[in-house]
């Protein structure tokens, strides 16, 4: 079996292997799959077809070679498939960051980390803005605009601060901004200058000074962001 790309060995389920290799070597056959995969052509069809079904890869018609009868089909990443699976270009996304920041420095790739976040803001600005001034409402609106563009993203309210110490200062409660999915935590885990950039935004649209709790970036399992707000009153939402 040739050695595959390093997203078809980390893929977890054989679908996911399929999907892989399809998006690293396509066009290629289902023969050819199989024989990359280690796996039989039967088994590598039943994934081609159910991928198929989905929208994320479609079949082709391969050249003539030749031969008489059918011709042989490969099988492609469609574009919606190549849109759900960013981790397959992390590696030259740090690789990009990583010659950045030889030829021009690390001031360069923070200066590119809030460029990419700047966007995002004014992107996001007029929809938490017309939330109102309540930092609580606003972290809800960029809760739902986050999770429109993939970020899985909610707000819940919490009575008190997790960052309030015993026997200290009176506890300011606030709102728990999670983030359950990060397209670039792969690339974040090397360059945390893209988390510190998110932060600052975040801070940013919400009008408060927001604290980082937890990233998916250093392996947690979410991204959570405390957002503290004024006097909490009861909210059951």
Do not use: N, W
């Not at 039989?40 to 069809?45: E, F, I, K, L, Q």
């Not at 803005?129 to 909610?154: K, N, Y």
């Not at 927001?210 to 998916?216: E, F, H, P, S, W």
């Amino acid at each position: 079996m040739h050695e595959a790309h390093a997203a078809v060995r980390d893929a977890e389920t054989p679908r996911e292997r399929v999907f892989a290799a399809v998006l690293e070597h396509g066009p290629v056959s289902a023969a050819a799959l199989a024989s990359r995969l280690g796996v039989t052509p039967a088994a590598v069809r039943r994934h081609l077809e159910a991928l198929t079904d989905d929208g994320l890869i479609e079949a082709r018609s391969a050249r003539a070679t030749g031969r008489r009868g059918r011709p042989a089909r490969v099988y492609v990443a469609t574009e919606r498939g190549q849109a759900q699976a960013p981790g397959l270009y992390d590696e030259l996304a740090v690789s990009a960051l990583e010659y950045l920041a030889e030829q021009l420095g690390e001031p360069a790739v923070r200066a590119f980390a809030e460029h990419r976040f700047g966007d995002l803001a004014a992107r996001y600005r007029p929809l938490v803005e017309a939330a109102g001034p309540d930092p609580r409402e606003r972290a809800r609106a960029l809760a739902r605009a986050l999770s429109e563009d993939g970020f899985a993203a909610s707000a819940r309210t919490v009575a008190v601060s997790p960052l309030a110490r015993p026997g200290g200062a009176s506890p300011v409660g606030g709102v728990q901004l999670c983030q359950g999915h990060c397209p670039v935590h792969a690339v974040a885990a090397r360059f945390p200058q893209l988390c510190e950039a998110e932060t600052r935004v975040f801070s940013e649209l919400l009008g408060v000074h927001v604290q980082r709790l937890a990233t998916i970036a250093h392996g947690e399992h979410v991204c959570t962001t405390f957002v503290p707000t004024p006097a909490l009153r009861k909210d059951t939402r």
